[in-house]
């Protein structure tokens, strides 16, 4: 749904294991999803993206899978590197027919510690 | 890729002046630029959505005459925070998405951090 976060959650990780981030998304409409990576300070980066006709889509070290049938969004960091500690939002474009805006979850904050 | 670019970086001022924070797509050309803010340890919140040449679009909630938003050009948008209080002390941040074809991609600006004291 809305972003309602008073705190955000925290994965911790060990340099080179790889990562899960989960988020699940409110409208069924959504037909493009992202996932960006926020440093402390600095706006959002865009990582990868992908849309409702596609479960699965791949980039360099990172994955996201997209589940719609239970609105639910992950993305997969391989081999996480100590310069991936980072907040990580999903964001979800809950109008179809064309881009309009983007709604964003509540984050989750990577710790990678070596 | 795109750049956006957002001045000041920070700005703190006291409490009732008004803060101008502008926002640049410094190598496209944006039709529709987002404002957002960004309280600590949480999300972005969608304020509003900028479209060139015609008024703001602003989402539920956020006052349209305390956050004025100007967007004269396709490179410019600036969000003016009226009579600036201690509780709009926030991280602002704006958008750019690019003019056909290219429309679906929406680039960061580096933020605004904005203190009232």
């Known amino acids: 749904g809305e972003n309602v976060g008073l705190h955000l959650p925290t994965l911790s990780v060990q340099e080179g294991d790889n990562s899960i981030i989960n988020c699940a998304y409110s409208?069924?409409?959504?037909?493009?999803f992202i996932w960006y990576k926020q440093e402390s300070g600095k706006g959002p980066q865009f990582i990868i993206d992908i849309r409702s006709n596609m479960d699965k889509r791949q980039g360099q070290r990172v994955t996201v899978l997209l589940n719609k049938t239970v609105k639910h969004l992950s993305l997969q960091i391989a081999a996480t590197q100590p310069g991936d500690s980072a907040v990580y939002f999903c964001?979800?474009?809950?109008?179809?027919?064309?881009?309009?805006?983007?709604?964003f979850g509540a984050g989750t904050r990577l710790a990678v510690h070596p | 890729g795109a750049v956006v670019s957002q001045h000041p970086s920070w700005v703190i001022c006291k409490s009732g002046t008004s803060v101008k924070i502008e926002c640049r797509s410094l190598d496209f050309q944006a039709t529709t630029m987002f404002w957002y803010r960004q309280f600590p340890k949480q999300s972005l919140m969608l304020m509003a959505t900028?479209?060139?040449?015609?008024?703001?679009?602003?989402e539920q909630g956020v006052e349209k005459d305390k956050f004025l938003i100007n967007h004269a050009s396709l490179t410019l948008s600036t969000l003016t925070v009226t009579s600036a209080h201690p509780e709009d002390s926030s991280f602002y941040i704006c958008?750019?998405?690019?003019?056909?074809?290219?429309?679906?991609?929406?680039?960061f600006g580096p933020g605004t951090r904005l203190t009232v004291l």
């Open positions: 964001a979800e474009n809950p109008f179809s027919g064309g881009y309009n805006k983007l709604i």
């Open positions: 900028s479209n060139e040449g015609s008024k703001a679009t602003y």
């Open positions: 958008s750019a998405r690019q003019t056909a074809p290219h429309q679906n991609e929406q680039f």
């Open positions: 409208n069924s409409a959504s037909d493009y």
